[in-house]
């Protein structure tokens, strides 16, 4: 535990990617494979749930403590951070820093063994770790119970550092450490072999390669020729997999997928063993992509039911081939990787519909893919990609060869009728925003958002909600509809949820509109609208 302290405190402390590397390396070198097991885990962004209500964390560090628990909870909004306030108001503990505990331990003894227990219990072993960790070790242990891990470090840094110390390419680390990884000594000591046995793993998926936002125009991307595009799809990226008569499908975010959709499955059995295609999973229906609300709801599910499969029927739609015939082809360039994308669809029955070849989008001119690119929405896309024919299929995020060139975002004036204060270094402000627009006389909430605000203009907002509040909900006021902003969203379905009939996805704001009145914010039938347009 002092180890993993003292590298999160080494991390938190640079902005230097060097020094963030060597930090890493130097610990990975020298750290205890279980111990490292789970430091690895927790860096590459995996967090345990807390098992411990925040509630009880401040009233214990009260009485602990002695302070009376407005004063903690005074302490708290203006330190930002729960573990850190509990860290500094208890009273350092009498240990010896010469025989530190392991992280494992305090992992598995200590953490996740708060799940097992009750309240009163709880107290017991939270309290036994409060008074035999030093304060430094303590904070980081409170970052650990209450699920809010996070050090300032990319995975794409830890797979550098862990590469370095194994004396491999990055890419091969990062294959080692796709899919579901488990924190154990063996499986660490199998990160650090030399040869990739841990890449030979049936069901273990590739890095996958992500696209910039196009920058600059069209033009300066050189020939035409050099060039595929195709749509932007608004489903989930995913990969199939078929290795030796297993189908395993994995969604970017490396969680597994295979049972939640068995049409695109009983699909995939049929192609060849050693086949890995990378694509999008659509709510998809007669040969036309579905809206994602209808997608989502088979997110989540693990149980589907006839009706499910049935109102939200879904394909994969392939767009490249990462394996063929159990050989990676990732170094092939795009068109020979896209061909033999072509021959693993064609070796599938021909009126299967779960799995399909995602269509070029054909054009003779950069202003034909200006124009392609208005009729995205009206084609159920983002927009367009845009993928440099000779390149390569990479790890990550790599500029030059893969650009999407999304659509506009949809952009309403909306009036602020609800806030709350944010989290974190923005605790003691109002940062998180109610947004109407008019059903008739009426403002009818229909979004949320938290960012796009400078923090002078925060601080201005916050000032402003504390003059303007009407009433107060625990921790939401509602304050006078005075004040306009121009929010952006990417998407927009009919809700039975919501107030307003409506939800949107991904709401952000762009601007205050210093220079509008709440009258001339948009209505709700002007975002109707946007959901139906020409209606």
């Known amino acids: 535990m002092k180890a993993f302290t003292e590298l999160f405190y080494r991390l938190d402390a640079s902005n230097r990617t060097n020094d ?45 403590s002695g302070y009376p628990l407005w004063l903690v909870e ?11 306030t509990i860290s500094l108001i208890l009273p350092e503990p009498d240990v010896d820093e010469h025989q530190p505990k392991p992280l494992w331990e305090v992992v598995e003894d200590k953490v996740m063994a708060l799940a097992d227990w009750d309240g009163p219990l709880q ?15 303590r904070f980081v242990y409170n970052k650990l119970i209450t699920g809010g891990f996070r050090v300032g470090v990319s995975r794409t840094l830890v797979v550098r550092a862990l590469a370095q110390v194994v004396g491999v390419e990055p890419p091969i680390m990062e294959h080692r450490l796709m899919g579901k990884w488990q924190p154990s000594a063996a499986a660490f000591e199998r990160l650090l072999q030399e040869d990739d046995d841990a890449s030979a793993d049936v069901a273990r998926p590739y890095p996958f390669y992500l696209a910039y936002p196009l920058e600059g125009s069209l033009e300066d991307l050189g020939e035409l020729g050099d060039w595929r595009a195709e749509w932007k ?55 036309k992509p579905l809206s994602f609300a209808v997608l989502q709801k088979r997110i989540g599910r693990t149980k589907l039911s ?49 799995i399909l070849l995602a269509p070029a989008v054909e054009f003779q001119s950069w202003e034909d893919l200006v124009q392609f690119r208005e009729q995205s929405r009206a084609r159920g896309v983002e927009g367009l990609m845009l993928k440099r ?42 940062t998180d925003y109610t947004f109407a627009v008019w059903r ?25 909600v504390r003059a303007h509040t009407l009433a107060k909900h625990g921790p939401v006021r509602t304050v006078e509809p005075q004040l306009v902003f121009e929010l952006h969203f990417e998407g927009i379905a009919e809700s039975t949820r919501h107030k307003s009939g409506l939800a949107v996805r991904f709401p952000r704001i762009s601007r205050w509109r210093t220079d509008k009145l709440p009258a001339d914010a948009d209505s709700l039938e002007t975002i109707q609208g946007l959901l139906n347009p020409g209606q």
């Open 306 to 354: 006839t009706k499910i499969l049935e109102s939200s029927p879904v394909a994969f739609i392939g767009y490249d081939c990462l394996e063929w015939k159990r050989e990676d082809v990732r170094k092939n360039d795009l068109h020979q990787r896209v061909t033999l994308l072509g021959k693993a669809i064609q070796s599938l029955p021909e009126d299967q519909q779960g």
């Open 20 to 64: 963030k590397v060597q930090a890493l390396s130097e610990y990975f070198s020298t750290a205890e494979p279980r111990s490292a097991a789970w430091a690895l885990w927790f860096l590459i962004g995996n967090r345990l749930k807390a098992a411990v209500k925040t509630k009880l964390l401040r009233e214990w560090a009260s009485q602990l």
């Open 233 to 287: 799809w608004d489903g989930i990226r995913a990969q199939l997999i078929k290795r030796e008569g297993q189908v395993m499908l994995w969604s970017r975010g490396e969680e597994v997928l295979t049972e939640r959709f068995p049409e695109v499955v009983s699909v995939a059995a049929r192609l060849p063993n050693g086949t890995v295609l990378d694509g999008e999973l659509m709510a998809w229906r007669d040969g």
């Open 74 to 84: 005074e302490s708290y909004n203006h330190v930002g951070d729960l573990a850190e």
């Open 440 to 464: 008739g006389e009426e403002l009818v909430t229909f979004a949320k958002a938290y960012s796009g605000l400078t923090d002078a203009e925060i601080r201005e907002v916050d000032q402003w």
């Open 389 to 430: 024919n000779a390149a390569e299929y990479g790890v990550g995020r790599v500029k030059g060869d893969w650009w999407k060139w999304k659509v506009d975002p949809f952009s309403v004036d909306a009036v602020m009728v609800a806030a709350q204060a944010g989290h974190g270094r923005r605790s003691g402000l109002f």
């Open 123 to 137: 107290f017991q072993l939270v309290k036994e770790a409060w008074s035999s960790l030093p304060s430094r070790q």
